[in-house]
């Protein structure tokens, strides 16, 4: 039995700041790997990981650290101050 190979497409990227090909190039050149292999292997990496929505992160951090936000006291200071003259 043969091993199936999923279609592949070619793709451009435009824009890349010289620092970061530059970053990629020396990361794939310490792998052995062509630049291709490389840029192919750290965006299967990255979307491997699992994705959090806005929400999912606000309510691990108020879970941690608490409800964020002002007071009474600091709205009111803040109102006061943001008042015209």
């Given at each position: ?26 990361e ?32 691990e ?25």
């Open positions: 039995m043969g091993t199936t190979m999923e279609p592949t497409v070619s793709m451009t990227l435009k824009g890349i700041p010289e620092s970061l090909l530059s970053r990629l190039r020396e794939a050149d310490r792998e052995r790997r062509s630049l291709n292999q490389q840029a192919i292997l750290l965006l299967e990496r990255a979307l491997e990981r699992p994705t959090r929505s806005f929400g999912e992160l606000f309510d951090f108020v879970e941690r650290h608490g409800v964020p936000g002002f007071g009474d006291e600091e709205l009111g200071s803040l109102r006061g101050a943001a008042e015209p003259n």
